[in-house]
């Protein structure tokens, strides 16, 4: 009996996953962490991550566009990152006649590849801890003010400095901890970057919205880029002269496949966390806001989704839009449930308390009182600023009023946003949006967080209804022709325009109501965190303290690990292309495969081709497109998404439902050959097996 009951504890330490794997953590400081990622198996060397001496693996990763990552793969710069990072750029080269969206996108040679007009990749020079240089000069005895504006003045010399006599440079200072600390980012920005493969959306896009932030999970979200430099390897702009870059370090791709308890790396830039917030923030985050956000978001969505369901024409014009509504809105789900789930806001309430006890007589005596308090007069206005953002500014026609007024001078760019915005534009679902968008405006927000426009507009209409007739038909934005001709001698009549009136009533009332008490409190919020954060380093000597995302390059490690969603199940880590073929159906748009992989799986043997995998590092928007790097520092996957259970990552870690979801490298490769016929590519990467 006693000893079945060691063999099962025996056995159970061995399946039990290797412990939390909560972290982003700054590659300069890897040092401090090397030690743990190499017991949780790591073969590297902190040095291999992170070097300013030698080419290390940071150099093989860059900041992809605005808001994503990618990584090299060859010795001429093939990048890799999602397709829904390069999706904008797909979508600007696709026309009726050559569909590279639906159809998929191949360069078989150089001349081939796709230049991609404002798209550029930042690499990381270095980083470096700056803060005694930015306090330089500073006195305890300066307010608040006087310390803002030295360190201001700091910064900008630091970055002079820092970008003296470079190609390409770029320099940021970044706050880390609220202000605690302060880092130096030096980055070198290529500017030709040209498309090279992305295969069709029904494989880049595989699921949809049904299966976004899921798991089960089988979308082949990667598309292959190349960056192109001057002979001289430095930045350039788009030329026919220039040659693709030779990068200090590239990845090389491991063939071997993954499974349950392997260790994973994701090396990116993701972009927002909060992770030491006060129950205040939480609570509003969780239990406020989200479930707001998410009711009103509802309302769009059923309307436009209504339209697309009768319409192909309009499914097609409205599936973007549809989708980056869809995506918050679904990820907000699993945080606030994940929060409700964690029971974060009393577990911070309680921690709260014993910091409260711990900091009599310190100087943060205090503190929690001051930021509770700030927050109680922040959060009515800041959730009215959110109303807006969600109701009126959603109002298509609005927007579009605003934006053609900005451009009357220049009729260029004005018949450019015509020409986008009428491409795309249903009127009913606008005018839909519009009576339920206000209306939950009208109910939700209590008289003194409305504008009085609003008000008396209303009152004098009587209903929203009559009010969205008269607007849409008394309107000059609803008409193509009409907007095009209108100049700048028209000025007074669009400012009189029923459109841009509604407008700028919303955007007054935010400016000059809402916005002078949330810049105010939130400069005094982030002002209290900072001491606070330094409070909860001092309370909780022994913690390790991560600092919170803010799109820089960060380091999380963990292992590739199932999760268990709710009762009674079980979620395997690891998808195939058995998975497409049972999702596969014709009549389901996010799941209409494109008839060559039907073809290719008929023909036997691909059941086991790996597609997706779960593993449980931190990572947070921003992280798409990341490399996922596995023991010996060669890539095995590309990371995309979250599982929604695991959103509330960015605010509170749980280790049981946390992971992040990638696509297994052999998918790609599978992708490259089977279905985008370029295996040539392969000839440029380098396989380590
Ligand atoms: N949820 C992923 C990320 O935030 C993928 C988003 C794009 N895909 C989609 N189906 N909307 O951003
Ligand atoms: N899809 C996200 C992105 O675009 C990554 C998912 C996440 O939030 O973890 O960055």
Redesign the pocket.
């Known amino acids: 009996m006693k000893r079945k009951f060691l063999l099962l504890l025996v056995l159970l330490a061995a399946i039990q996953p290797l412990k939390a794997d909560e972290g982003m953590w700054l590659p300069a400081l890897i040092s401090q962490r090397i030690a743990d990622m190499q017991a949780k198996g790591f073969k590297l060397t902190a040095e291999d991550v992170y070097s300013i001496n030698q080419a290390s693996l940071k150099d093989a990763i860059v900041l992809f566009g605005g808001?994503?990552t990618g990584e090299i793969v060859s010795n001429e710069g093939l990048l890799l990152t999602?397709h829904?990072?390069g999706y904008s750029y797909i979508q600007r080269h696709s026309s009726v006649e050559h569909d590279y969206l639906k159809d998929g996108f191949w360069a078989m040679s150089r001349k081939e590849e796709l230049p991609n007009r404002g798209l550029t990749v930042s690499f990381l020079e270095r980083m470096e801890d700056v803060t005694d240089a930015v306090l330089k000069g500073y006195k305890p005895s300066m307010t608040e003010e006087e310390r803002a504006d030295l360190v201001r003045r700091n910064s900008e010399e630091i970055r002079k400095k820092a970008v003296e006599g470079g190609k390409g440079l770029r320099a940021d200072v970044e706050a880390l901890y609220y202000g605690n600390q302060y880092f130096l980012f030096v980055y070198k920005i290529y500017r030709d970057v040209r498309l090279v493969g992305a295969p069709p959306s029904s494989i880049g896009k595989f699921g949809g919205e049904t299966d976004n932030w899921m798991w089960p999970r089988h979308t082949g979200d990667f598309s292959i880029f190349r960056i192109y430099a001057g002979k001289d390897n430095e930045p350039a702009d788009y030329s026919e002269d220039n040659v693709p870059y030779r990068p200090k370090k590239f990845f090389t791709i491991s063939r071997a496949g993954v499974k349950e308890g392997d260790f994973t790396f994701v090396y990116g830039c993701p972009?927002s966390t909060k992770e030491y917030v006060t129950s205040d923030e939480v609570q509003y985050v969780g239990e406020v806001s989200d479930p707001q956000k998410i009711a009103l978001r509802t309302l769009r969505l059923d309307i436009q989704k209504k339209y697309m369901s009768q319409s192909q024409a309009v499914r097609i014009q409205y599936s973007s839009k549809y989708a980056s509504v869809a995506?918050a809105w679904k990820?907000w789900q699993g945080e606030s449930k994940g929060i409700a789930k964690m029971k974060t806001v009393a577990a911070k309430k309680d921690y709260e308390k014993r910091f409260r006890a711990w900091a009599k007589g310190t100087r943060y005596d205090g503190l929690l009182d001051k930021l509770e308090a700030l927050y109680a007069r922040r959060n009515p206005y800041y959730l009215a600023y959110e109303y807006y953002t969600e109701t009126a500014r959603t109002i298509e026609l609005l927007t579009f009023a605003n934006a053609v007024r900005t451009n009357l001078r220049n009729p260029d760019a004005k018949a450019d946003a015509a020409a986008t915005f009428f491409k795309d534009y249903y009127q009913p679902i606008d005018e839909e949006i519009f009576v339920a968008v206000l209306d939950a405006f009208n109910k939700n927000m209590t008289d003194d967080f409305k504008p009085a426009y609003f008000k008396e507009k209303l009152a004098a209409y009587g209903s929203l209804e009559a009010w969205r007739d008269d607007l849409f038909a008394r309107s000059v934005f609803t008409d193509r022709e009409k907007v095009l001709a209108l100049t700048e001698a028209d000025a007074d009549r669009v400012a009189k325009d029923p459109a841009t009136e509604l407008y700028d009533a919303f955007y007054r009332w935010y400016y000059d109501t809402l916005r002078p008490v949330i810049n105010e409190t939130n400069q005094q919020i982030n002002l209290a965190y900072r001491d606070y954060m330094q409070g909860q380093m001092e309370f909780e000597k022994d913690k390790v303290f991560y600092p919170d995302a803010n799109l820089t390059l960060r380091v999380a490690y963990g292992h590739v690990e199932g999760y268990s969603p709710s009762d009674a199940t079980y979620f395997y880590p690891v998808s195939t292309l058995k998975g497409i073929i049972e999702k596969d159906n014709p009549d389901i748009f996010d799941y209409n495969i494109p008839q060559t992989l039907r073809d290719i799986y008929a023909e036997g043997g691909h059941d086991d081709q790996p597609v997706c995998f779960l593993a449980t590092n931190h990572?947070?928007?921003?992280?798409?497109?990341s490399p996922v790097i596995n023991a010996d520092g060669n890539l095995i996957g590309i990371?995309?998404?979250?599982v929604w259970e695991g959103?509330m990552s960015d605010i509170v870690f749980d280790p049981d439902v946390c992971r992040?979801i990638s696509i297994d490298i052999r998918y790609l490769l599978f992708n490259i050959d089977k279905i985008g016929h370029a295996s040539y590519l392969f000839d440029e990467m380098r396989f380590a097996d």
Do not use: A, I
């Not at 990572?619 to 497109?625: E, K, L, R, V």
């Not at 990371?639 to 979250?642: A, K, L, P, S």
């Open positions: 808001g994503c999602n829904h990072c972009g995506n990820k990572t947070s928007g921003g992280n798409s497109g990371n995309f998404d979250r959103t992040n």
